[in-house]
């Protein structure tokens, strides 16, 4: 079946550090791929997307590059800020009759100013 | 404001009771599902409804079942709830069942319904 590992958390950098959070994924076909991001207290919201190989996904300075070949889809982001303390979940969206999100365990990503 | 919306926001029950979820999709979206959120099980998938039918079924346990009606709202109904119950449910919505490879169909989230049982 479907699976995506993440990084284990919990992740402390300092303002403007440079953020990797690692994920990678099994499946068959062709997934789509996906960063969610779950603000304290809130629900989770789409952060960025890659819908085939070799894409790449971006949003807020957030950056992630679909990686068929090492079956990767790592979130990068140049210069953390205090607000981007959160929860941040790769999932893949399997390809095929009946599409559902197969969520990693989630990063607990904490900014320090 | 992904513009899925879930009602109730908070809910706090009893053992033994029941409790509906209420989600209305994205204006236009055919495709609802249920996630749940526990600290133990991370994010699960529950259950897919497509234009009003089920269409794909994860991790939900019997005493949980959902539907989704003509105007494209769905419930999701928990009944002789137990103290591990208390999750973070989750109502997603998307545009369609299937798309191609190449078209990415996004799944929007609610900001779920937080449930406490006591």
Redesign the interface.
């Known amino acids: 079946g479907n699976s995506v590992t993440q990084m284990e958390g919990p992740v402390t950098l300092s303002e403007e550090a440079f953020l990797t959070i690692n994920c990678t994924y099994t499946a068959t076909g062709y997934p789509s791929l996906f960063w969610y991001v779950q603000y304290p207290g809130e629900g989770l919201q789409l952060l960025l997307k890659a819908t085939k190989a070799d894409d790449k996904g971006s949003n807020k300075g957030f950056e992630a590059t679909y990686r068929k070949e090492t079956t990767s889809f790592h979130l990068e982001k140049g210069s953390v800020q205090v607000s981007d303390s959160a929860v941040y979940f790769c999932a893949l969206l399997s390809s095929g009759s009946a599409r559902q999100l197969t969520f990693g365990s989630g990063t607990q990503l904490t900014v320090l100013p | 404001d992904?513009g899925v919306t879930q009602t109730p926001k908070h809910l706090i029950t009893a053992t033994g009771q029941r409790v509906t979820l209420r989600c209305s999709p994205r204006s236009g979206d055919l495709?609802v599902?249920w996630?749940q959120q526990s600290l133990d099980q991370?994010?699960q998938?529950l259950i897919?409804y497509y234009n009003g039918e089920e269409?794909?079924k994860?991790n939900i346990l019997e005493r949980f079942s959902a539907q989704q009606f003509p105007d494209l709202h769905s419930e999701l109904n928990l009944s002789s709830l137990e103290l591990g119950d208390s999750a973070l449910y989750?109502c997603?919505s998307?545009v369609a069942?299937?798309?191609g490879?190449?078209?990415?169909?996004?799944?929007?989230?609610?900001?779920?319904s937080w449930l406490t049982v006591v």
């Open positions: 992904s495709s599902y996630y991370g994010l998938f897919q269409r794909a994860g989750f997603a998307s069942l299937t798309t490879a190449s078209s990415g169909n996004t799944i929007y989230f609610g900001e779920g």
